[in-house]
């Protein structure tokens, strides 16, 4: 089976940085992807990591360190539209088994 | 990129009685899809996962003759919740991959969600 851990919530302030953080226990690891989640909605998909190392998409970039089963979700620039639940999620060699969550608000 | 939709949006049932939801790829070959449900605050957990033609594998403690899926074409799967009880009031979402190489055969593309409501 398959242990993602994240933080629970989050704040921060419009413009500012803020990084989530992912840890993950796995057998047969097979990527390791972000999704944004909106109240009441499904998930979007944002960003896809199967290599150690920064994949970098606009505001966002997502790291990810395999040998330390850790990933974080860099999100820069931030905005009001970037209050969300942000869904870590890992995918071994039969399914995606995605975290709890980490609920991120952003005040002014 | 790659849409999936599903329907109904939302759906209010009574007790006892049968609900079918479909989930479509829209503009890709779905070889395999994927049933989810998420209760409020909480994240989603998978329930089954269908290939195209085949039998659908559940996850445990999901029970296959209640949640019944099925997988006809590579555009369309249905999920019916047979005999609804209010505890199975949730949020229905469905995701799809696609054959083809590159990122389509790694994302899963998430359709928007079915509330079901039974009273």
């Known amino acids: 089976g398959q242990n993602i851990d994240q933080p629970t919530e989050m704040t921060a302030t419009e413009g500012a940085i803020v990084q989530i953080n992912c840890t993950y226990q796995?057998?047969?690891?097979?990527?390791l992807f972000w999704y944004q989640q909106h109240a009441g909605e499904a998930p979007t998909f944002l960003s896809y990591n199967v290599l150690d190392g920064l994949e970098e998409k606009g505001r966002f970039s997502s790291f990810l360190s395999r040998s330390k089963g850790y990933s974080y979700l860099l999100l820069k620039e931030l905005q009001m539209k970037d209050s969300a639940s942000y869904l870590c999620a890992v995918r071994d060699r039969r399914t995606l088994t995605f975290g709890k969550g980490t609920m991120l608000l952003v005040s002014p | 990129g790659a849409v999936v939709s599903q329907h109904p949006s939302w759906v209010i049932c009574k007790s006892g009685t049968s609900v079918k939801i479909e989930c479509r790829s829209l503009?890709?070959?779905?070889?395999?899809m994927f049933w989810y449900r998420q209760f409020p605050k909480q994240s989603l957990m998978l329930m089954a996962t269908s290939n195209e033609g085949s039998k659908a594998t559940y996850e445990q403690g999901v029970e296959k003759d209640k949640f019944l899926i099925n997988h006809a074409s590579l555009t369309l799967s249905t999920l019916t919740v047979t005999s609804a009880h209010p505890e199975d009031s949730s949020f229905y979402i469905c995701?799809?991959?696609?054959?083809?190489?590159?990122?389509?055969?790694?994302?899963?593309?998430f359709g928007p969600g079915t509330r079901l409501t039974v009273t």
């Open positions: 995701s799809a991959r696609g054959a083809g190489s590159g990122a389509s055969s790694y994302e899963q593309y």
């Open positions: 796995t057998s047969g690891f097979n990527g």
């Open positions: 503009d890709f070959q779905a070889t395999t």
